[in-house]
């Protein structure tokens, strides 16, 4: 039986997609999470964080996060491909961030994968990292300008991403729901506040990430068009496609799409379907 491993992306967690896992294991399939190093039960949250709030001791409190990098990332994920891949086939899928773990996954071990699969995720081909493709013309119409406002401290100085979630600014909520969570309720928009975490390393963004040819361009690959996407852009998810097929035109990119926002949810019935069928149900 094939086993789906998901990615969470940035400033998450594997409860992400509990309910996609819940979704799939409740059809029969095999499915988990993966937790990145400093994220779920991992997580840290500033003290300034937590209610009352204070704003200038959080822009400086240090962060454990700060040393991680995409190294250790890719030692955790590989870790639970290699005990998953003793029971059988393995799809390795990953949101948003997530996809940065999942190519420099299949550069290790190609030969433990048989699937990648991409949910409007970033997948470097031709530039080197997230924050090479920023600056794209694909990418003008992202609204993660918006997000990167609630950055609450510098992150050349703590080493972090350091994002306040539980801002009381209504620019805060607003931005969440613009970029991320499109045509979600407020409530909606609140629960998604309450599952990000504060802290991201700031190495994620700017490590290498390509995919090379003779090893991640081996295993067959699907990406999945989030078409309401405006933190990265349908431009943007076409282009990764086009630099993946280019570099690999004999293992072109099956490419699948759904009428959801940047965040899912991903145990949506459209996604849960595409997954099963790709695990082989």
């Known amino acids: 039986m094939t086993t789906l491993i998901f990615v969470h ?7 992400w997609c509990a309910g996609l896992i819940r979704e799939l294991t409740l ?29 200038a001791a959080l822009a400086g409190e240090p962060s454990p996060l700060a ?32 996809g940065v773990t999942l190519s420099r996954v299949g550069n290790v071990i190609p030969e433990l994968l048989d699937r990648v699969v991409y949910l409007a995720a970033y997948c470097c081909v031709e530039l080197p990292s997230i924050v090479a493709y920023l600056d794209e013309p694909e990418n003008r119409d992202s609204l993660l300008p918006l997000i990167q406002r609630a950055i609450v401290a ?10 306040n979630w539980r ?25 998604v506040l309450n599952m990000l975490e ?15 040819a003779h090893t991640w361009g081996r295993i067959p690959r699907t990406y999945v068009r989030f078409t309401q996407d405006r933190l990265i852009p349908l431009a943007l998810q076409d282009r990764f496609i086009a630099e993946a097929d280019r570099l690999t035109p004999d293992n072109p990119t099956d490419v699948r ?23 082989g149900g």
């Open 67 to 98: 040393k991680l990098t995409i190294d250790d990332y890719v030692e955790r994920t590989v870790d639970v491909v290699r005990r998953a891949r003793r029971l059988g086939p393995v799809i390795l899928a990953g949101a948003s961030q997530g």
């Open 167 to 191: 801002s009381a600014d209504p620019a805060v909520f607003d931005a969440v729901k613009r970029s991320l969570a499109g045509d979600f309720t407020d409530d909606g928009v609140r629960r």
């Open 27 to 55: 059809r029969g399939h095999r499915a988990v999470a993966v937790d990145l190093p400093g994220h779920g039960v991992e997580a840290f949250y500033p003290r300034a964080y937590q209610a009352p709030q204070d704003l």
């Open 154 to 163: 510098d992150p050349a100085t703590l080493g972090v991403n350091r994002v």
């Open 9 to 15: 992306g940035t400033n998450s967690s594997s409860f």
């Open 198 to 212: 504060p802290d991201e390393p700031a190495a994620i963004p700017q490590a290498e990430a390509r995919g090379e």
């Open 257 to 279: 799409s759904i009428d959801a926002p940047h965040v899912g949810p991903f145990d949506r019935p459209d996604v849960v379907r595409l997954l099963a069928e790709l695990t």
